[in-house]
């Protein structure tokens, strides 16, 4: 199935073929890149029954650099670093504030749990995988907006990404 695209110009409609402009077949352009659609964020007790928190409207990073430990010596003639530990910050989800999804979501907080964020419809774009807590907290409101909360999660172990296991 080929995509078609219009163009339109002040005088004309120009129709495109995508794969012929860029010089790839469909299947190879279904390939670049995946949509976050389908992203859900999970907690279990033990790791094994799963439940999902509530719907999310964002995630954050999955990781971060590793701090860089100095090892300049006085032969040296530009700085050397190794990689140290690394860094994790807190992992803020945005959601939209309903009241009931709220109490939910606070009713889970403060305690030791396992995240899983699957990404695409049944993990199929990978899973990670993490322990930690969370807090909960209501967002800023403004003219013409919507109500959100956020889910701080502080990690507690490093963040796993492979495959949907269970």
């Not at 190879?28 to 409207?57: F, H, Q, Y």
């Not at 006085?74 to 309903?98: H, W």
Request: glycine letters at 8%.
């Amino acid at each position: 199935m080929a995509l078609i695209f219009m163009h339109r110009t002040p005088t004309r409609e120009v129709f495109a073929d995508r794969s012929k402009l860029c010089g790839r077949k469909e299947e190879e352009m279904a390939e670049k890149a995946v949509s976050t659609i389908n992203t859900i964020l999970e907690i279990s007790e033990d790791g094994k029954a799963w439940e999902k928190l509530c719907p999310i409207k964002n995630y954050p990073k999955l990781g971060g650099a590793p701090n860089q430990l100095e090892t300049t010596d006085l032969e040296d003639e530009s700085q050397t670093f190794i990689n140290g530990v690394q860094s994790m910050d807190s992992m803020e989800f945005k959601a939209n504030y309903l009241l009931e999804a709220y109490k939910t979501v606070l009713a889970k907080s403060g305690i030791p749990l396992h995240y899983r964020l699957s990404m695409g419809k049944d993990g199929k774009d990978g899973v990670a995988t993490w322990e930690g807590e969370h807090a909960v907290y209501v967002n800023e409101g403004e003219v013409n907006g919507v109500r959100e909360m956020t889910i701080n999660v502080s990690p507690s172990t490093k963040i796993s990404i492979g495959d949907k296991t269970a």
